[in-house]
T-cell receptor
């Protein structure tokens, strides 16, 4: 079974702090994704990566950056956390685009609260 | 850009009954995938069922089946013999295949399903 893990289930940070959210997958997936989930808005894509050191902006990248130094690990960085970044953050991974069925597999999520 | 609409924010069904969750989408693509994901309370999001747009046959997975109407751009999920463990948020999602980059999911806003005794 695919396993996607995230470093924390719950996190509380203060406004202005630098925040790192870590995601690790064990299936040698090329693609990795970061979403935020808010009530009534569904999941929105922040950033994604299709290979080591390769990254692209999603729909809502403002205020975030990412790092992918190793294939299995994808980090989401909040350079200066703000209260409007309080949310549930979900990581996902998938096989390459050319795979016949590029299903995404999700981690358990990190509920971040910024005070 | 693709959009996915789930018009039912909340639904309720009694145990052992059948319930249908609706999803519509908008796209100009001809080849794409559609998904239903389930997120139980405080638990991980998991794939329920997947449909390839080029397949006319509706996908089924045990008690879960879809009604895929490509011309109408509709993709509803039917849950038969509902169980308490089906209580969850259900998300409909769309994916088009991309070249040279990752294929991305576009999600609907979700339907919260409560299964009652």
């Amino acid at each position: 079974d695919v396993k996607v893990t995230q470093s924390s289930r719950y996190l509380v940070k203060r406004t202005g702090e630098k925040v790192f959210l870590e995601c690790v997958q064990d299936m040698d997936h090329e693609n990795m994704f970061w979403y935020r989930q808010d009530p009534g808005l569904g999941l929105r894509l922040i950033y994604f990566s299709y290979d080591v050191k390769m990254k692209e902006k999603g729909d809502i990248p403002e205020g975030y950056s990412v790092s992918r130094e190793k294939k299995e690990r994808f980090s989401l960085i909040l350079e200066s956390a703000s209260t409007n970044q309080t949310s549930m953050y979900l990581c996902a991974s998938s096989y390459p685009t050319h795979a016949p069925q590029a299903t995404q597999y999700f981690g358990p999520g990190t509920r971040l609260t910024v005070l | 850009a693709q959009t996915v609409t789930q018009s039912q924010p909340e639904m309720s069904v009694q145990e052992a009954e059948t319930v249908t969750l609706s999803c519509t989408y908008d796209t100009s693509e001809n080849n794409y995938y559609l998904f239903w994901y389930k997120q139980p309370p405080s638990r991980q999001m998991i794939l329920v069922i997947r449909q390839e747009a080029y397949k006319q046959q509706n996908a089924t997975e045990n008690r879960f089946s879809v009604n895929f109407q490509k011309a109408a751009k509709s993709f509803s999920l039917k849950i038969s013999d509902s169980q308490l463990g089906d209580t969850a948020m259900y998300f409909c999602a769309f994916m088009k295949q991309e070249a040279g980059t990752a294929s991305k999911l576009t999600f609907g806003t979700g339907t919260r399903l409560q299964v009652t005794l």
